[in-house]
């Protein structure tokens, strides 16, 4: 393995940052990121890029003003990736009409880094996945394409994204991020990385795994909870009952 790669370079500006998806989890970031390091912004929607080079974010997730400000240089053109250092992949992993989960994003951006990545590399991703994606499917994905070899040649790490579409009040900066990785190393380029953007504590986990699942669990809380609640609500407004005033009630209780 080559020299590990530390935060201190990307800091020096010697290299450069990608995030690979520029939806409403990896624009975001980008905005944060580029304040400290030189970054460069990709999508492979080509009409997603002309407008962000244009100063406008469909997503609503920046201003026009905030993404002025924001020095990330957008790109569609894959042969750009290959002066980055550290990729950062925001792609979606929605579920299909079987409710399977479809990694085809992640593995095509796992394919096109691997294809422009040297060796020395870290990949880290963000998108949602559960346990063993990151090690099991991704890395394979990113041999085949570079031809070179994971431990060796190049490292992963995974953050799981935690940003709610449209919500303003918890941001990148005022969230806890984990953070997990394949060696110690990684996990240190990576807090040092996020640790620019995030303003509040970084979480540590033993494993990828441990973080993918953390994530997982997270996802599924808050959808029994929302469902729960629906459920309750639909019943208790038959009966009568403030919903609202329920949870109130019920919330005294310290646990």
């Not at 080079?53 to 400000?69: F, N, V, Y």
């Not at 085809?104 to 346990?131: D, F, R, W």
Request: charged share 20%; glycine share 6%.
């Amino acid at each position: 393995m080559k020299k590990p790669l530390t935060a201190q370079s990307f800091y020096a500006g010697k290299n450069k940052i990608a995030i690979v998806g520029l939806g409403y989890v990896g624009l975001p970031l980008a905005a944060h990121l580029s304040r400290h390091f030189k970054v460069i912004g990709f999508d492979i929607s080509e009409a997603n890029v002309a407008e962000l080079k244009k100063g406008h974010d469909r997503t609503m997730e920046l201003s026009d003003a905030e993404l002025k400000k924001a020095r990330i240089s957008f790109t569609s053109r894959p042969n750009d990736l290959a002066s980055c250092r550290l990729f950062i992949v925001a792609v979606p992993t929605p579920v299909d009409h079987f409710h399977v989960p479809d990694l085809s994003a992640l593995e095509n951006a796992s394919a096109l880094i691997g294809k422009h990545m040297s060796a020395g590399a870290c990949v880290a991703y963000e998108s949602t996945v559960y346990p063993g994606v990151t090690e099991d499917v991704c890395v394979p994905v990113l041999e085949r394409a570079s031809g070179l070899k994971f431990g060796r040649d190049f490292t992963v790490g995974y953050s799981p994204e935690r940003i709610n579409p449209g919500d303003k009040i918890h941001t990148v900066s005022n969230t806890i991020k984990i953070i997990s990785a394949s060696d110690s190393a990684t996990l240190d380029l990576l807090e040092g990385i996020y640790s620019a953007v995030v303003k509040v504590r970084l979480h540590r986990v033993s494993s990828i795994k441990v973080a993918e699942a953390a994530k997982v669990i997270e996802n599924t809380q808050r959808d029994i909870n929302i469902a729960l609640m629906n459920e309750l609500a639909i019943i208790f407004n038959k009966m009568g009952i403030d919903t609202l005033e329920v949870l109130e009630a019920a919330g005294t209780k310290w646990n």
